[in-house]
């Protein structure tokens, strides 16, 4: 999974939304946040196996600064860049479609479907895809030096037992917080270089069929893959007719796509407000709208910089050096320490930056309406 699909990874959520009953749950300046929307994420986000489940008003604070992130990035146009409008057909492009009637999808060009494989192979190079598995626990990057060591050590108890034979799909049931793939026995699909996490990728394309990975971090949290099966891209003609449908699907259920194709440059990004186009699935495009958003406004932010300033994590370290201490360790210069500084640098940069957007934009909570949060008909 590829960064910005991280983004967008941690808001998915099935979609549903009942216009006729759907009062507004809060305001961030003038931007409405619907209780559907709110119900929908919450219960995605607090059904997971193991997890810290959050009550409704802990979260609603978790989504409240959510979307003042949000609300900054559309105010400061970052919709509108090229950057953006690549990063969101591109993002979509690689997501998977669910299947759906294909009426009212339109004839697509023969010489579209033929260019979207050229670009496939590309992307598969020499290595080909790789099918994999994965158990995965999270790790919050804000998370603590022993919460990180805990759960190292419970992949390391994990992958253990598979070296003694268990089976992996069934641990990927019993441990993996990974919704979409711990009930298929941790079967995530096949993916290409450039769909994955550079961590994962980087571990996934070095292992042959039938290997299983030593325990590992990415920005996430802690992965064990297995390569299920390799393979090379099939021949153009094998697949034209799987890749016109999907490619059909992608068109009516986004509305978001190209004119015209020429190599990989996307030479032209539909623009669609959605809310004047009431497509299916209208409330997932919409997530992935803002998670590509808030991709973008990642690498504006302060605390992105706050990493690369030797001065002032220098600075920070010496005002706080008491907290890295440990039994029989005292770090004398943050590089010792440079993880946690970094890590805690930016969490503080980022609650004075959302101190500074809560008076930008007034919150305004309707509390009648958040009594009815999933307790409603």
């Known amino acids: 999974m590829s960064i910005r699909l991280f983004f967008i990874f941690l808001l998915l959520v099935p979609t549903m939304v009942l216009a006729d009953d759907d009062p507004i749950l809060f305001t961030v300046g003038d931007m409405p946040v619907m209780r559907s929307e709110f119900e929908q994420s919450y219960l995605k986000n607090n059904t997971q196996r193991g997890g810290d489940r959050k009550s409704v008003a802990d979260y609603l604070e978790l989504y409240i600064i959510y979307k003042l992130k949000v609300k900054a990035a559309l105010d400061a146009h ?96 019993q441990y993996s917080q990974d919704e979409s793939s711990a ?42 893959l297995k390569i299920v099966d390799r393979k090379q891209l099939e021949p153009y003609e094998m697949i034209q007719e799987q890749l016109s449908s999907e490619i059909g699907q992608r068109q009516w259920q986004t509305q978001v796509g190209t004119n015209r194709i020429s190599g990989d440059k996307v030479e032209k990004v539909l ?8 497509i299916p699935f209208e409330g997932l495009q919409k997530e992935y709208y803002e998670g590509v958003l808030l ?24 005002k706080n050096k008491k907290k890295y201490r440990r039994k029989g360790f005292k770090p004398k210069d943050y590089t010792e320490v440079r993880e946690f500084v970094v890590s805690d640098l930016q969490e503080e940069m980022d609650k004075h930056w959302v101190a500074d957007l809560r008076k930008k934009y007034p919150v305004n909570v309707n509390k009648k309406v958040l009594k009815t949060v999933n307790n409603h008909r």
């Open 78 to 173: 970052l919709d509108e860049t090229n950057s953006f409008k690549g990063e969101y057909a591109q993002c979509l492009s690689e997501l998977p479609i669910p299947s759906v009637s294909l009426q009212g999808t339109g004839h697509v060009s023969p010489s579209v479907v033929s260019a979207v494989y050229e670009k496939r192979k590309r992307a598969t190079g020499t290595e080909g895809l790789v099918c994999l598995a994965q158990i995965f626990v999270r790790v919050p990057q804000k998370s603590r030096r022993d919460e990180q060591r805990q759960v190292e050590q419970k992949m390391e108890g994990i992958y253990r037992q598979l070296q003694g034979g268990a089976d992996f799909g069934q641990l990927a049931r």
């Open 183 to 224: 009930f298929e026995d941790g079967v995530m699909g096949w993916y290409s270089h450039g769909q994955l996490l550079k961590e994962v990728e980087d571990v996934a394309f070095g292992l042959q069929k039938g290997a299983i990975s030593r325990p590992f971090q990415s920005t996430i949290g802690y992965h064990i």
């Open 271 to 278: 623009e669609v407000p959605m809310e004047e186009n009431p």
């Open 295 to 318: 991709y973008e406004l990642s690498k504006h932010s302060v605390g992105k910089h706050a990493a690369e300033d030797d001065q002032a994590l220098a600075y920070y370290f010496k």
